[in-house]
């Protein structure tokens, strides 16, 4: 009997090689960098940094939707239903909803990274030095699990697939 390929569901078998896990203290870190940040921007800089802090988080929110979706575009990575934007930490941002090609996650994160920080760079220009650095922070800030997790990866083979949970990253072989 010949089996029905038309409605026969097509099965993946990954096996898991490393699962990284976000800690509750690694997160309670997390949370208050940007606190720490800005009690120091405040001092350092200007008392302004506060008013700066809360208008450059939604545009570094912005930004890094851009530049992600944009290169996801470029590369014809298909977007619709596997990629979304995320409001729960530590994975703020634009982050894929299913599996993903960690060769995909690393070239996304890593163009995110440069290109964000060179946009905050052209901010020095025309904005006060705590508007630029409330960009760096924020930008640095949104991107640190993941920077954290392909830093945790960077030995393993770019072939694999990523899984990211609530409280971790998995990394699954095929």
Not at 93 to 101: A, N, V
Not at 114 to 137: E, N, Y
């Amino acid at each position: 009997m010949e089996p029905n390929t038309k409605s026969a569901a097509t099965f993946y078998q990954y096996k898991l090689i490393r699962k990284i896990n976000l800690t509750q203290s690694l997160l309670s870190i997390y949370i208050t960098i940007p606190m720490v940040c800005l009690v120091l921007e405040t001092v350092f800089l200007s008392w302004w940094s506060i008013f700066f802090m809360i208008i450059a988080a939604p545009v570094v929110f912005w930004i890094q939707y851009v530049i992600s979706r944009s290169v996801l575009v470029i590369m014809g990575h298909p977007i619709a239903k596997r990629w979304g934007i995320s409001l729960k930490l530590p994975w703020l941002g634009y982050m894929p909803d299913q599996y993903i090609s960690y060769r995909i996650f690393r070239k996304v994160q890593l163009h995110n990274f440069w290109i964000g920080l060179c946009i905050a760079a052209l901010f020095i220009v025309w904005s006060p030095p705590a508007f630029t650095a409330s960009l760096v922070v924020c930008h640095l800030w949104l991107l640190l699990p993941r920077l954290y997790i392909l830093l945790r990866l960077r030995r393993e083979s770019k072939e694999g697939m990523l899984k990211f949970n609530p409280a971790d990253a998995s990394y699954y072989s095929q």
